[in-house]
């Protein structure tokens, strides 16, 4: 089992982490575990939920919202067949009834959906319009049946700005979406031009963030160039892409001209903020005397730019923090697509508070995507 999906377990911890997480257990371990708390081991019992994984902290139940996952729409496949496009659109992503079962097992309160692999970025306007509206509609129909556990992010078509930006809008204010989702760049092109400005203004006036999720920096990297073992275009290349984009945002003026923009960047923001010290000295006084950013780059990355809580490690977590600060990292799970979870090294973390631990595992996002606070 991943981590953080501790199947059949009982965990009643108490002290400096302030933390409850309760599961379901099977019968053999909740015996175990009654055994346990008549001899001293557990102070209390665990209150079950229906088979559902809660997260307390400091004895009060928390929501938790995952930004960070991945979703697919069968009827797309409707839309491109006989076009260059053709595809199968099938597997883990696709919407269906494991979904709440897996989420409940997790203790994931509400998922952020998003389709995000942007092959549609080398459609034509038309057939760019097409997919975005059914892949659109039909994940409105899901967040429309499970309102309680799903909200959905829009992956616009990027290539058209006015267009993207039009259907940001349909999907904000038509079908409740919560904002957009993209990639690191449009077929090699990234997106901080005034071209692309259409879009972000929208952003910005919708007041709605857009997660940015890579692809392998292809744009970044000659062909083949991570073409090795260990799957290098996803281990290197998905963060590679990420730290690309954030940083030309930054350098080339994007974040100024839209100052109340915000943007997530998946994995952790990739690596910016595992080398910011070096981002940080280029455009600040450090010798590249082409950046055009207005404000020192630490600004950016503590106002205008989030990151996911996908680092798999408690140095990761604490190092992340320590450069962003707590209100601009949010919980992500890469769901369905099996990575560990991070959900326990957020409750476990000593270096966190219980406010903090709320703030990341999902008060951040409530904030930011105007959710209820109320657990359901």
Request: aromatic letters at 8%.
């Amino acid at each position: 089992m991943l981590g953080g999906c501790h199947q059949g377990r009982v965990v009643l911890l108490h002290g400096n982490a302030g933390r409850t997480t309760l599961f379901t257990p099977s019968r053999r371990v909740f015996l175990g575990a009654l055994a346990g708390a008549a001899a001293g081991m557990l102070a209390t019992g665990p209150t079950l939920a229906q088979g559902r994984k809660q997260v307390t902290i400091a004895g009060r139940r928390v929501k938790t919202v995952d930004i960070h996952a991945h979703a697919a729409i069968k009827d797309v496949e409707n839309v491109v067949r006989g076009t260059k496009l053709q595809r199968t659109i099938g597997g883990p992503r696709l919407l269906g009834p494991a979904w709440i079962p897996m989420m409940d097992e997790w203790g994931i309160d509400v998922s952020v959906l998003s389709v995000n692999q942007y092959w549609w970025y080398g459609a034509d306007r038309d057939l760019a319009a097409k997919i975005i509206r059914v892949q659109d509609e039909g994940l409105a129909a899901w967040c429309q049946a499970h309102p309680a556990r799903f909200v959905a992010l829009t992956s616009v078509a990027l290539q058209f700005p006015d267009l993207a930006a039009q259907q940001l809008e349909y999907a904000v204010t038509k079908l409740g979406f919560r904002g957009a989702s993209i990639g690191g760049h449009v077929e090699g092109d990234i997106p901080v031009t005034p071209m692309y400005d259409p879009f972000w203004a929208k952003a910005q006036e919708l007041d709605v963030p857009v997660f940015m999720h890579p692809a392998g920096a292809p744009n970044v990297v000659r062909e083949g160039g991570l073409k090795f073992r260990g799957d290098l275009g996803n281990i290197v290349g998905n963060p590679l892409e990420t730290t690309v984009f954030l940083s030309r945002m930054i350098f080339d003026g994007t974040l100024d001209r839209f100052p109340r923009l915000k943007i997530c960047g998946a994995h952790g923001a990739g690596y910016l903020p595992s080398y910011f010290g070096r981002t940080e000295v280029a455009c600040n006084g450090g010798g590249a005397s082409d950046c055009t950013n207005q404000k020192p780059p630490r600004e950016y990355m503590r106002t205008q730019i989030f990151a996911d809580s996908m680092v798999f490690s408690d140095e990761g977590l604490r190092h992340l923090v320590a450069e962003m600060g707590v209100t601009q990292v949010v919980y992500g799970t890469d769901m369905p697509l099996g990575w560990p979870d991070t959900m326990d090294l957020i409750i476990d973390a000593t270096f966190l508070n219980n406010a903090d631990k709320e703030a990341i595992l999902g008060g951040n996002l409530i904030r930011m995507l105007r959710l209820d606070r109320a657990v359901t």
